[in-house]
């Protein structure tokens, strides 16, 4: 079975880059057909996809983020990193990392989610 497991600070200051990294356990990011990617949800709000890395390193981002985020990879650890720059505290929420099926289109294995707030 795939797990997924998000880290990363809970904290992050305005105006600052925030970082998490997730861990994938019982699969490899590397295996084809599968978007590794991230959404969140802030509070009181519904999910939001931000990003996701492909099977072959490809990205992809959510336009309204584009200028801040950065989605990378590393194969060895079986990790993959989100970096969203110049946060302010519309960026607070859940972050999820999950796997999405190129052919099926759905998100089959989710981590339990990370809250990052952020604020002075």
């Known amino acids: 079975q795939v797990r997924l497991q998000e880290s990363g600070p809970g904290l992050v200051k305005p105006s600052q880059t925030l970082s998490l990294t997730c861990t994938v356990s019982g699969g490899s990011i590397s295996t084809n057909n599968y978007y590794w990617s991230w959404i969140r949800q802030p509070p009181g709000k519904g999910l939001e996809w931000v990003g996701a890395i492909a099977d072959s390193g490809s990205t992809d981002y959510n336009p309204s983020l584009k200028s801040r985020i950065y989605i990378s990879r590393d194969t060895s650890k079986n990790q993959f990193t989100l970096q969203l720059s110049s946060v302010t505290p519309e960026d607070t929420a859940v972050y999820y990392c999950?796997?999405?099926?190129?052919?099926?289109?759905?998100?089959?294995?989710w981590g339990q989610g990370t809250q990052v707030t952020v604020s002075s």
């Open positions: 999950a796997r999405r099926g190129v052919v099926a289109q759905i998100y089959d294995y």
